[in-house]
């Protein structure tokens, strides 16, 4: 039986009805039009599809919409502010921390989830922080490089 | 007009950032699963979970009852429509017919059966479940050795030696050599199988306009033109009235460089319900039914003198083909015989591949596609030989390498050396690191009990691929650049990139030959409708051959603006600078949007010149590129566990000239994870009866960020003299280079316990066995 | 996947061997047999719901019991196919007597397929080996039992 | 990859959570990390989930008269960074700290994680070592179970139907005590190919107990109890470490042979009781 939920996404509302089976990353893609988490994987060990709920990076693949009734998610489109790119946008740019993109948006939301509880992070924390998140092209070595610029900045 | 003194600064060699970056930072790049039409049906598609059977009997009709369920499509309804493409030609090959779902049989776990095809995925995915097939289950043969063995099980009933086809390659006088060989070392090594992974996995729209039976197919693919060309053979519909586009593409390192049923079928299945269409490949379908890499089993026998010089290597190599051919199956491993000599001068080969099926997924081209083998191959042989000779390993090579005043150099199998320095990069490497220093602590690590290891590799990769004589589709490829009305600059590139930054470097291209701001190219690929044609990007071959034919194209577009600016600014020549035509002699000078206008608007136009700024390249490549490198890896093994850590990672590619060493630096470190992940954890298993049992990300070890060291990169600059650009290509040495090295390194730390060989991956329990006691 | 192993099975041997072989006790020891149905000289249809902690499928199949000789050895071969894959076990199982009943060895091979192939393999051992294990104590409880099986159990 | 369909409550008390789940087919739902997964592979496909997310005051983290309390759905990740679990029972955080990945830890719970009991999960090892007990309720019951009587064998716990796991309590650790959770990770799933989770007190130079958990190496975990009475009267490490593999059956896989797993037990509790030892003081 659908059920409705109501929750904020990029500091927008959004109330939908949904099928209790619907996977956040579903709602999220289809129902809430916002294609940058991405899927990659079925089973929780890519990280593509993370985004943040209440502040904290989740697999949004492994969460029913449903579980989101009433909290914050925001998604990669929500982490630029009035067109500035966050610092981590940036970072990932300037220090060429993306090759195909698709990893790109979890990846960057779960760094930001590392420089919120850990702003100077070694590059062994680092690498620990996104373990949960796979990336096919680029070795790692420019996304740490990214991450540390980025803390780099905001510590300047 | 203005006057205008300052040269710009050039671009070529610029760590520029990317400019496709923007777009996939912020998650509004679109990709294919990000398509949404009106109407669309989303499909599912129905596989086997047996290796070999024969359907009994197929039951669609629970599927059809469900609502939301529009049609189920199986063997019968695609019978008629042309198989599955293989591009490769060899004597004799046998190609089985690959239709685009089963018929009465299959031969792999991942046989497409039927389609499902519903108003929403959800729907689709409860349907799949409810179709019954009845199957009988045959024996089957997962391993391509045991299929070579008599009484084997057979992959296809009418060939029951599972040979799919033998060939043979010599070069000079083997047995000469091994007749003068005062030594010879042996060893079978194998390239286990491996799955590319990129992280968007395959997918598929299909949109079927009846009214002008045109179809517009969006595909995450490396070769949109050729998919078009292949599939409107396959669907028997005019060429010219399929459209083929990428959206962009999450990565491919080969597994998209095919032609896939998947791409057939959604083309039919729009065309049956009138709807578009959208396929998406689950992971576990990528694992499956998306093309597989290496499966090699080598037996390799290298003849030496004592004095460490080498005569001659012969080969033979297993090549697992899995239970089809899809585009370029058994081409690959021609392609590993090709590179058999490695930096080396002898000159005497014989290589006899048999290539075999298995009720197993295809393999094909995956970054590197038949290099790596090879290079594993002979860099692995070159240190049996000095452990052989004792000598050190570092020496034997130098002793061996391809003078550098020995370019072009021909090599046994027939291939032309463009340009090299194979000691520099060596010696570099080896200079980083201080071997001296490492081998003396490693003697002291030695009597501590300690094990630690130094890996080199010094490899050699075919890029550009190729010559269209070598390469099955052509292997030249196009460009076109239009000066729009505006000024500002279109490029319009046959190469499909998917990560590589072409256009980026391309725009750097652009930028320096015309003297214009980059901000002003935007450079244009994997729209069929759009694009003139072209080959694609795979084989390293994006900017040594995309990139030259845009140089070429832009050498004929500034003739033309040469003479519209001249005509402009009245004098004889005029040079191109800071996005101004600027007549030298006078400093005048005359700003492109007003040339391009000029041009466009014709009310006057030089002699012999027609209106309009566009100049279209078809280019194609008189040879090979050959880059190079050294790979330097000291690794400590956990004596307790048989776990291997990487201390340090030296790598010193050769890729010729480079454009954006940003971009560079990314293809190494890239590379080197995936050369990384097959030494060190990479794998698909099967069981004996076809069952893959690394079927998902969970089993199938892929590097994570906590397991890659630290890459030092570097490079030594040699140009190619093959193109004018003097590049060479980097998308795979990294690869290549890398996994020899670590195992070479692994096996040096063993060594003095008598371990000479170790087949990859390198799990630490196999690397434990052997400090045990076990020899290999 | 190899597999092999022992239990005592506290009966002596000859009982042991009639116990293995009775499709009512087979029924009742088997994890998850829901119901057996005989179908032909020592084959019976079957029908199956594992369930594994979250984990759960149904099975459609086959048991059948050959090679047979009396009361030292025979083989039982169990197979199902359902939604999340098929799986194949084929054991031979070896009776000696010993002190406090039957020694009980089996040796053979487990295959499985689809899903549980795909994302169980890590698990399969420790899997395949539980159900053995919960089957002789199964086993074993019904051996205690008096012996006069329900005929209902058999549909 | 999509679920199959299922009904879908969320209670907004215990009581009402505990109505729920004594009738039927239900099937908790707590973070979903293991759960979901394996309902997006159709390999579970309950009929209904009853959510926990909304049942207010089971995500707490107290302690008192020498116990920790912890609610079943405190997260990995808050386990991991609490202060009360650092000063009290810094053995937990560690463990915690190793399971899955940030984003696995953030949804991830106690509560969850031990019910599902994976024979390679982190948790059990530590809660073994601990002596933990785990607190169960039904609408009827209410009882409080030793971990080495909670983790029965794979995937198999002393869970009845209709109970639910409320809280896990684990004597509080003396300031004085070492400890250690050491893993072998598997490269690509990140569960444990064996973990050791050990405890050391010392009265002066000796070992007066010694507390350890192995989870990965069999189909659940157990406490090495032989060797932590070889190490409380007076054996060495190395010796204690030796006897971890003895007398249980081994997993084996793609990654690890059985013998391979007992000798990993055997390296890794040397090494995690090294670490112990040095720690303790």
């Given at each position: 039986?659908?059920?409705?939920?109501?929750?904020?996404?990029?500091?927008?509302?959004?109330?939908?009805?949904?099928?209790?089976?619907?996977?956040?990353?579903?709602?999220?893609?289809?129902?809430?039009?916002?294609?940058?988490?991405?899927?990659?994987?079925?089973?929780?060990?890519?990280?593509?599809?993370?985004?943040?709920?209440?502040?904290?990076?989740?697999?949004?693949?492994?969460?029913?919409?449903?579980?989101?009734?009433?909290?914050?998610?925001?998604?990669?489109?929500?982490?630029?502010?009035n067109g500035k790119l966050d610092p981590l946008q940036e970072a990932f740019w300037n220090e060429h921390g993306l090759q195909c993109g698709f990893c790109t948006p979890?990846?960057?939301?779960?760094?930001?989830?590392?420089?919120?509880?850990?702003?100077?992070?070694?590059?062994?924390?680092?690498?620990?922080?996104?373990?949960?998140?796979?990336?096919?092209?680029?070795?790692?070595?420019?996304?740490?490089?990214?991450?540390?610029?980025?803390?780099?900045?905001?510590?300047? | 007009?203005?006057?205008?003194?300052?040269?710009?600064?050039?671009?070529?060699?610029?760590?520029?950032?990317?400019?496709?970056?923007?777009?996939?930072?912020?998650?509004?790049?679109?990709?294919?699963?990000?398509?949404?039409?009106?109407?669309?049906?989303?499909?599912?598609?129905?596989?086997?979970?047996?290796?070999?059977?024969?359907?009994?009997?197929?039951?669609?009709?629970?599927?059809?009852?469900?609502?939301?369920?529009?049609?189920?499509?199986?063997?019968?309804?695609?019978?008629?429509?042309?198989?599955?493409?293989?591009?490769?030609?060899?004597?004799?090959?046998?190609?089985?017919?690959?239709?685009?779902?089963?018929?009465?049989?299959?031969?792999?776990?991942?046989?497409?059966?039927?389609?499902?095809?519903?108003?929403?995925?959800?729907?689709?995915?409860?349907?799949?479940?409810?179709?019954?097939?009845?199957?009988?289950?045959?024996?089957?043969?997962?391993?391509?050795?045991?299929?070579?063995?008599?009484?084997?099980?057979?992959?296809?009933?009418?060939?029951?030696?599972?040979?799919?086809?033998?060939?043979?390659?010599?070069?000079?006088?083997?047995?000469?050599?091994?007749?003068?060989?005062?030594?010879?070392?042996?060893?079978?090594?194998?390239?286990?199988?491996?799955?590319?992974?990129?992280?968007?996995?395959?997918?598929?729209?299909?949109?079927?306009?009846?009214?002008?039976?045109?179809?517009?197919?969006?595909?995450?693919?490396?070769?949109?033109?050729?998919?078009?060309?292949?599939?409107?053979?396959?669907?028997?519909?005019?060429?010219?009235?399929?459209?083929?586009?990428?959206?962009?593409?999450?990565?491919?390192?080969?597994?998209?460089?095919?032609?896939?049923?998947?791409?057939?079928?959604?083309?039919?299945?729009?065309?049956?319900?009138?709807?578009?269409?959208?396929?998406?490949?689950?992971?576990?379908?990528?694992?499956?039914?998306?093309?597989?890499?290496?499966?090699?089993?080598?037996?390799?026998?290298?003849?030496?003198?004592?004095?460490?010089?080498?005569?001659?290597?012969?080969?033979?190599?297993?090549?697992?083909?899995?239970?089809?051919?899809?585009?370029?199956?058994?081409?690959?491993?021609?392609?590993?015989?090709?590179?058999?000599?490695?930096?080396?001068?002898?000159?005497?080969?014989?290589?006899?591949?048999?290539?075999?099926?298995?009720?197993?997924?295809?393999?094909?081209?995956?970054?590197?596609?038949?290099?790596?083998?090879?290079?594993?191959?002979?860099?692995?042989?070159?240190?049996?030989?000095?452990?052989?000779?004792?000598?050190?390993?570092?020496?034997?090579?130098?002793?061996?390498?391809?003078?550098?005043?020995?370019?072009?150099?021909?090599?046994?199998?027939?291939?032309?050396?463009?340009?090299?320095?194979?000691?520099?990069?060596?010696?570099?490497?080896?200079?980083?690191?201080?071997?001296?220093?490492?081998?003396?602590?490693?003697?002291?690590?030695?009597?501590?009990?300690?094990?630690?290891?130094?890996?080199?590799?010094?490899?050699?990769?075919?890029?550009?691929?190729?010559?269209?004589?070598?390469?099955?589709?052509?292997?030249?490829?196009?460009?076109?650049?239009?000066?729009?009305?505006?000024?500002?600059?279109?490029?319009?590139?046959?190469?499909?990139?998917?990560?590589?930054?072409?256009?980026?470097?391309?725009?750097?291209?652009?930028?320096?030959?015309?003297?214009?701001?980059?901000?002003?190219?935007?450079?244009?690929?994997?729209?069929?409708?759009?694009?003139?044609?072209?080959?694609?990007?795979?084989?390293?071959?994006?900017?040594?051959?995309?990139?030259?034919?845009?140089?070429?194209?832009?050498?004929?577009?500034?003739?033309?603006?040469?003479?519209?600016?001249?005509?402009?600014?009245?004098?004889?020549?005029?040079?191109?600078?800071?996005?101004?035509?600027?007549?030298?002699?006078?400093?005048?000078?005359?700003?492109?949007?007003?040339?391009?206008?000029?041009?466009?608007?014709?009310?006057?136009?030089?002699?012999?010149?027609?209106?309009?700024?566009?100049?279209?390249?078809?280019?194609?490549?008189?040879?090979?590129?050959?880059?190079?490198?050294?790979?330097?890896?000291?690794?400590?093994?956990?004596?307790?566990?048989?776990?291997?850590?990487?201390?340090?990672?030296?790598?010193?590619?050769?890729?010729?000239?480079?454009?954006?060493?940003?971009?560079?630096?990314?293809?190494?470190?890239?590379?080197?994870?995936?050369?990384?992940?097959?030494?060190?954890?990479?794998?698909?298993?099967?069981?004996?009866?076809?069952?893959?049992?690394?079927?998902?990300?969970?089993?199938?070890?892929?590097?994570?960020?906590?397991?890659?060291?630290?890459?030092?990169?570097?490079?030594?600059?040699?140009?190619?003299?093959?193109?004018?650009?003097?590049?060479?290509?980097?998308?795979?040495?990294?690869?290549?280079?890398?996994?020899?090295?670590?195992?070479?390194?692994?096996?040096?730390?063993?060594?003095?316990?008598?371990?000479?060989?170790?087949?990859?991956?390198?799990?630490?329990?196999?690397?434990?066995?052997?400090?045990?006691?076990?020899?290999? | 996947?190899?597999?092999?192993?022992?239990?005592?099975?506290?009966?002596?041997?000859?009982?042991?061997?009639?116990?293995?072989?009775?499709?009512?006790?087979?029924?009742?020891?088997?994890?998850?047999?829901?119901?057996?149905?005989?179908?032909?000289?020592?084959?019976?249809?079957?029908?199956?719901?594992?369930?594994?902690?979250?984990?759960?499928?149904?099975?459609?199949?086959?048991?059948?019991?050959?090679?047979?000789?009396?009361?030292?050895?025979?083989?039982l071969i169990v197979e199902g196919a359902g939604r999340i894959g098929f799986m194949k076990g084929d054991g031979l199982l070896t009776l000696t007597p010993v002190e406090?009943?039957?020694?009980?060895?089996?040796?053979?091979?487990?295959?499985?397929?689809?899903?549980?192939?795909?994302?169980?393999?890590?698990?399969?051992?420790?899997?395949?080996?539980?159900?053995?294990?919960?089957?002789?104590?199964?086993?074993?409880?019904?051996?205690?039992?008096?012996?006069?099986?329900?005929?209902?159990?058999?549909? | 990859?999509?679920?199959?369909?299922?009904?879908?409550?969320?209670?907004?008390?215990?009581?009402?959570?505990?109505?729920?789940?004594?009738?039927?087919?239900?099937?908790?739902?707590?973070?979903?990390?293991?759960?979901?997964?394996?309902?997006?592979?159709?390999?579970?496909?309950?009929?209904?989930?009853?959510?926990?997310?909304?049942?207010?005051?089971?995500?707490?983290?107290?302690?008192?008269?020498?116990?920790?309390?912890?609610?079943?759905?405190?997260?990995?990740?808050?386990?991991?960074?609490?202060?009360?679990?650092?000063?009290?029972?810094?053995?937990?955080?560690?463990?915690?700290?190793?399971?899955g990945d940030t984003q696995v830890r953030n949804m991830g719970t106690i509560g969850g994680s031990i019910a599902h009991a994976d024979p390679a999960a982190d948790y059990?090892?530590?809660?073994?070592?601990?002596?933990?007990?785990?607190?169960?309720?039904?609408?009827?019951?209410?009882?409080?179970?030793?971990?080495?009587?909670?983790?029965?064998?794979?995937?198999?716990?002393?869970?009845?139907?209709?109970?639910?796991?409320?809280?896990?309590?684990?004597?509080?650790?003396?300031?004085?005590?070492?400890?250690?959770?050491?893993?072998?990770?598997?490269?690509?799933?990140?569960?444990?190919?064996?973990?050791?989770?050990?405890?050391?007190?010392?009265?002066?130079?000796?070992?007066?107990?010694?507390?350890?958990?192995?989870?990965?190496?069999?189909?659940?975990?157990?406490?090495?109890?032989?060797?932590?009475?070889?190490?409380?009267?007076?054996?060495?490490?190395?010796?204690?470490?030796?006897?971890?593999?003895?007398?249980?059956?081994?997993?084996?896989?793609?990654?690890?042979?059985?013998?391979?797993?007992?000798?990993?037990?055997?390296?890794?509790?040397?090494?995690?009781?090294?670490?112990?030892?040095?720690?303790?003081?």
């Amino acid at each position: 039986m659908k059920r409705t939920i109501a929750l904020s996404i990029n500091g927008k509302s959004h109330a939908d009805e949904v099928e209790p089976r619907l996977l956040l990353i579903h709602y999220l893609r289809e129902m809430a039009s916002l294609t940058g988490p991405h899927i990659a994987c079925e089973t929780s060990t890519c990280g593509a599809c993370t985004v943040m709920l209440d502040g904290k990076a989740v697999k949004s693949c492994t969460m029913f919409a449903v579980q989101a009734d009433g909290r914050k998610i925001l998604t990669i489109e929500g982490l630029a502010t009035n067109g500035k790119l966050d610092p981590l946008q940036e970072a990932f740019w300037n220090e060429h921390g993306l090759q195909c993109g698709f990893c790109t948006p979890g990846m960057i939301l779960t760094a930001k989830q590392l420089l919120n509880d850990n702003p100077n992070p070694t590059d062994e924390e680092i690498r620990k922080s996104i373990e949960g998140n796979l990336c096919r092209c680029t070795g790692y070595q420019h996304i740490v490089n990214a991450v540390k610029a980025a803390a780099a900045k905001a510590g300047a | 007009m203005a006057t205008t003194t300052t040269k710009p600064e050039t671009l070529f060699g610029k760590k520029i950032r990317r400019r496709e970056d923007p777009r996939l930072l912020t998650g509004t790049a679109t990709y294919l699963d990000d398509i949404k039409m009106p109407g669309m049906h989303h499909a599912c598609v129905v596989r086997s979970p047996h290796a070999a059977a024969r359907i009994k009997s197929l039951n669609v009709k629970p599927a059809l009852a469900r609502p939301g369920v529009t049609a189920v499509f199986t063997g019968a309804d695609v019978k008629d429509l042309g198989p599955i493409p293989c591009g490769a030609s060899l004597p004799g090959l046998r190609t089985p017919h690959h239709h685009i779902l089963a018929q009465d049989r299959v031969y792999l776990v991942g046989h497409p059966v039927a389609v499902v095809v519903a108003t929403d995925r959800y729907i689709a995915a409860d349907a799949v479940d409810l179709i019954e097939v009845d199957y009988e289950v045959l024996p089957a043969v997962s391993d391509p050795e045991k299929a070579l063995a008599p009484g084997a099980p057979a992959v296809h009933p009418q060939w029951p030696d599972n040979t799919a086809f033998t060939f043979h390659q010599e070069g000079g006088d083997i047995t000469g050599a091994f007749a003068q060989a005062e030594v010879v070392v042996k060893q079978r090594i194998t390239s286990q199988r491996l799955i590319p992974t990129s992280m968007e996995t395959r997918g598929v729209v299909a949109d079927w306009h009846a009214g002008d039976k045109s179809l517009t197919l969006w595909s995450s693919t490396q070769i949109p033109h050729l998919l078009r060309t292949l599939l409107a053979g396959i669907l028997g519909m005019p060429e010219n009235h399929l459209r083929v586009i990428t959206p962009e593409v999450g990565g491919g390192f080969g597994s998209k460089l095919n032609v896939y049923a998947e791409e057939a079928l959604m083309a039919f299945v729009s065309m049956r319900i009138g709807k578009p269409v959208k396929w998406v490949e689950s992971r576990r379908e990528n694992f499956l039914c998306t093309i597989h890499g290496r499966g090699h089993v080598d037996y390799f026998e290298l003849a030496a003198r004592r004095d460490g010089t080498m005569l001659g290597l012969r080969l033979k190599l297993i090549q697992d083909l899995g239970a089809y051919h899809q585009l370029l199956t058994p081409a690959i491993p021609t392609l590993s015989v090709l590179m058999m000599p490695g930096l080396y001068k002898f000159k005497n080969i014989s290589a006899d591949i048999v290539g075999v099926f298995t009720n197993c997924t295809p393999t094909d081209a995956y970054r590197g596609a038949g290099r790596p083998e090879a290079t594993h191959g002979i860099e692995r042989m070159v240190d049996i030989l000095a452990a052989e000779l004792k000598m050190d390993p570092a020496e034997l090579r130098r002793k061996n390498f391809v003078g550098k005043d020995e370019f072009p150099f021909q090599t046994a199998t027939g291939l032309a050396y463009d340009s090299g320095n194979y000691v520099l990069p060596l010696d570099t490497a080896l200079a980083e690191i201080d071997y001296p220093a490492l081998r003396r602590e490693q003697q002291q690590a030695r009597a501590s009990g300690k094990l630690m290891g130094i890996g080199l590799s010094t490899y050699g990769e075919i890029c550009a691929i190729g010559p269209s004589p070598a390469t099955p589709a052509g292997g030249w490829e196009s460009a076109t650049v239009k000066i729009e009305p505006s000024g500002k600059i279109t490029v319009m590139t046959g190469a499909s990139p998917h990560g590589q930054g072409e256009e980026t470097t391309f725009a750097q291209i652009v930028a320096d030959e015309l003297g214009v701001d980059i901000d002003d190219v935007v450079v244009v690929h994997g729209d069929t409708a759009i694009v003139q044609y072209g080959i694609g990007t795979f084989g390293s071959r994006g900017t040594a051959i995309g990139g030259t034919a845009l140089y070429y194209a832009l050498q004929e577009l500034k003739g033309k603006v040469k003479k519209f600016g001249a005509m402009l600014l009245e004098c004889d020549d005029v040079a191109l600078a800071g996005g101004k035509c600027v007549d030298e002699r006078s400093g005048k000078s005359v700003p492109f949007a007003q040339v391009a206008a000029a041009s466009y608007r014709a009310m006057k136009l030089p002699p012999n010149t027609q209106p309009g700024l566009v100049a279209t390249y078809f280019w194609e490549p008189p040879n090979f590129t050959f880059p190079f490198g050294a790979h330097v890896v000291i690794t400590d093994v956990d004596r307790e566990t048989g776990q291997v850590s990487i201390r340090r990672y030296v790598a010193v590619d050769d890729c010729g000239k480079i454009i954006n060493p940003l971009i560079v630096a990314g293809q190494v470190h890239g590379g080197v994870a995936q050369g990384l992940g097959q030494a060190l954890w990479e794998q698909a298993v099967y069981d004996e009866n076809g069952q893959l049992l690394s079927g998902e990300l969970t089993d199938y070890a892929l590097p994570r960020a906590h397991m890659m060291p630290w890459i030092e990169s570097s490079h030594t600059e040699t140009p190619s003299p093959v193109n004018p650009l003097g590049v060479k290509g980097v998308g795979e040495a990294g690869t290549i280079g890398c996994s020899p090295a670590v195992v070479n390194s692994v096996v040096d730390a063993l060594s003095h316990l008598g371990v000479r060989h170790i087949d990859m991956p390198l799990t630490p329990e196999k690397v434990w066995k052997l400090i045990q006691g076990g020899r290999a | 996947m190899k597999i092999s192993g022992s239990f005592l099975v506290p009966v002596p041997q000859e009982r042991a061997f009639r116990l293995l072989q009775d499709p009512v006790v087979l029924a009742r020891s088997m994890p998850g047999c829901d119901t057996l149905e005989r179908i032909g000289d020592n084959e019976y249809h079957m029908k199956m719901k594992m369930v594994l902690a979250s984990i759960s499928g149904l099975f459609d199949g086959k048991v059948r019991i050959a090679d047979s000789r009396p009361h030292s050895s025979f083989r039982l071969i169990v197979e199902g196919a359902g939604r999340i894959g098929f799986m194949k076990g084929d054991g031979l199982l070896t009776l000696t007597p010993v002190e406090g009943g039957t020694n009980v060895g089996y040796e053979g091979t487990v295959e499985v397929g689809g899903t549980i192939a795909a994302v169980g393999q890590r698990l399969l051992d420790t899997t395949a080996r539980m159900m053995i294990k919960r089957f002789f104590e199964k086993l074993t409880a019904e051996s205690a039992s008096s012996g006069a099986f329900s005929p209902t159990a058999i549909l | 990859m999509i679920p199959q369909d299922f009904e879908y409550s969320a209670p907004a008390s215990l009581k009402e959570a505990l109505e729920l789940i004594a009738t039927g087919e239900r099937k908790i739902l707590a973070g979903g990390m293991s759960l979901i997964p394996l309902m997006k592979l159709r390999l579970a496909a309950p009929e209904h989930v009853v959510d926990l997310a909304r049942v207010p005051g089971l995500d707490y983290i107290t302690e008192s008269g020498g116990t920790v309390s912890i609610g079943a759905t405190v997260t990995h990740h808050d386990l991991e960074s609490s202060p009360v679990i650092r000063g009290r029972a810094p053995l937990l955080a560690e463990a915690a700290g190793h399971i899955g990945d940030t984003q696995v830890r953030n949804m991830g719970t106690i509560g969850g994680s031990i019910a599902h009991a994976d024979p390679a999960a982190d948790y059990p090892a530590s809660l073994l070592a601990l002596e933990a007990q785990i607190r169960l309720v039904s609408a009827k019951s209410d009882r409080t179970v030793p971990a080495s009587d909670f983790f029965l064998d794979a995937f198999t716990t002393a869970i009845e139907p209709g109970e639910l796991v409320l809280e896990v309590l684990v004597p509080t650790e003396e300031p004085k005590e070492g400890y250690r959770y050491e893993k072998v990770a598997h490269p690509a799933s990140g569960f444990a190919v064996v973990g050791v989770a050990a405890r050391i007190k010392k009265a002066g130079a000796k070992i007066s107990m010694a507390r350890i958990g192995v989870t990965g190496m069999s189909s659940r975990a157990f406490r090495a109890l032989e060797a932590e009475k070889l190490l409380e009267s007076g054996a060495g490490v190395a010796q204690a470490a030796a006897t971890v593999a003895e007398g249980q059956e081994a997993n084996q896989d793609l990654y690890a042979s059985a013998d391979y797993r007992r000798h990993l037990a055997r390296i890794w509790a040397a090494r995690a009781l090294s670490v112990a030892l040095s720690r303790a003081s």
